[in-house]
């Protein structure tokens, strides 16, 4: 069983059956360098997503593959809402796509996975991530990391997000290896080639349009990008002008996910930054830094949120649901004990000031009582806010996520176009 099943949280929600891990036990070796606080990754707090279509009837029989489910439509067991789940993201979505690249940005190694029932896989958690929960929500088993996403692992969806990954592909370059947004859209459309040879064009695309797609991006644009020392980003663009400049390209991108068949889309906003662990280190009195999210978190949520409107009034087959990341932690910040939640002003694994100047170290030591925890580590929530958000987003009202929930955008029929 997961062992969320054990953290205190509100009574929102009943919680699922845990759907069996996808990825053995493994421990990949890892070189970790120690940087300096600001060159440390990020790792955005929002949380994202999905959703849920109509309940499927059919079974899964032996020898079924991507494209045979796909050429379906449908999910292949009674529980599954969804035919199939889409990620892209960064560090808060990755689970395992950087294992085997060149980069500093892993989370391959223990005590990461501490309450996993895979152990380490490249989670930026010590449980679930927010999608995982998401996958659960849905019936869906865990989704794959599309380095690891072949033959029946990738049945129901795929996995694309990379840790320091950002919308632009500059983003995250301290770490070396990681994949921006641009190239997984790519690796997106390499897997659509696959089953197209398979299909044909008109029945993937009418499969697509049942299937959920999330997207979680821009955490990094800031934290690895316009707030690092060593970019010349912002003598080149103002706050308004780099927020412009993301969210146009972030424009670009969605059209194009649109463009290769996705219409059921989840947007994760970012997360307030001023209080991470990161951040209260950066300071000798620990304390928050409300200027990052008043000049920069907050007009770039305004501006994504613009867009997404825009989009479903030029789009009417497609769907753009804003998860607002921002208002749930901010929330959660504010009031953590009506949460269950005693620690937000340190992480649960790291080292330094409110152990947020060094991220978690292979086998350091984390605290023991986790599900108290807002912040696992320098940059990442627990997989008890993870959960936590993923119940919101999934259940909640338009006051966090807009203009419906991820259970009313899956029973959307949506039809392409």
Not at 3 to 29: G, M, Q, R, V
Not at 151 to 178: K, M
Not at 190 to 205: C, M, R, S
Not at 214 to 237: E, H
């Amino acid at each position: 069983m997961k062992s969320e099943d054990n953290i205190h949280l509100p009574p929102l929600f009943p919680l699922n059956t845990l759907c069996a891990s996808l990825f053995s036990k493994s421990f990949l070796s890892t070189s970790v360098t120690i940087m300096p606080t600001n060159m440390h990754f990020l790792l955005p707090f929002l949380i994202f997503f999905l959703s849920v279509s109509q309940l499927c009837k059919s079974q899964l029989v032996p020898g079924t593959n991507m494209s045979s489910l796909l050429a379906t439509g449908v999910s292949t067991n009674e529980r599954e809402m969804v035919p199939a789940m889409f990620a892209f993201g960064d560090s808060l979505i990755d689970d395992g796509n950087n294992n085997d690249l060149p980069s500093f940005a892993k989370a391959n190694y223990y005590p990461y996975g501490i309450d996993f029932s895979g152990g380490p896989t490249g989670r930026f958690s010590n449980g679930y991530t927010i999608v995982d929960e998401i996958a659960d929500l849905l019936g869906l088993p865990l989704i794959p990391p599309n380095s690891q996403a072949s033959g029946e692992a990738a049945l129901h969806g795929v996995n694309y997000a990379s840790a320091a990954a950002g919308i632009l592909d500059v983003t995250g370059q301290n770490f070396v290896s990681r994949i921006p947004f641009d190239k997984q859209i790519q690796n997106f459309e390499n897997t659509l080639d696959q089953v197209t040879d398979n299909l044909g064009a008109d029945g993937v695309a009418d499969a697509l349009a049942q299937c959920l797609f999330f997207v979680g991006m821009g955490s990094n644009d800031y934290l690895n990008n316009y707030l690092m020392p060593n970019y010349n980003t912002r003598s080149q663009y103002n706050p308004q002008q780099f927020s412009d400049l993301l969210v146009q390209q972030y424009k670009r991108q969605l059209m194009s996910l649109y463009n290769l068949g996705a219409r059921k889309f989840i947007i994760a906003g970012i997360g307030s930054m001023s209080c991470i662990p990161n951040m209260r280190a950066q300071n000798f009195q620990s304390q928050c830094s409300p200027t990052v999210d008043r000049d920069l978190i907050i007009p770039f949520n305004y501006k994504l949120k613009i867009m997404l409107n825009t989009l479903n009034r030029n789009l009417p087959k497609a769907k753009f649901i804003y998860m607002d990341i921002y208002k749930m932690i901010s929330d959660i910040l504010a009031k953590p004990r009506s949460y269950g939640f005693q620690v937000i002003d340190r992480g649960c694994c790291g080292i330094g000031r409110n152990r947020g100047q060094i991220t978690c170290l292979p086998f350091q030591t984390p605290c023991v009582n986790r599900n108290e925890y807002v912040f696992w580590d320098a940059f990442h929530p627990t997989a008890a806010v993870n959960i936590l958000l993923a119940r919101k987003a999934f259940y909640g009202n338009t006051d966090v996520v807009f203009p419906m929930n991820i259970y009313q955008l899956a029973q959307l029929n949506l039809e392409p176009s």
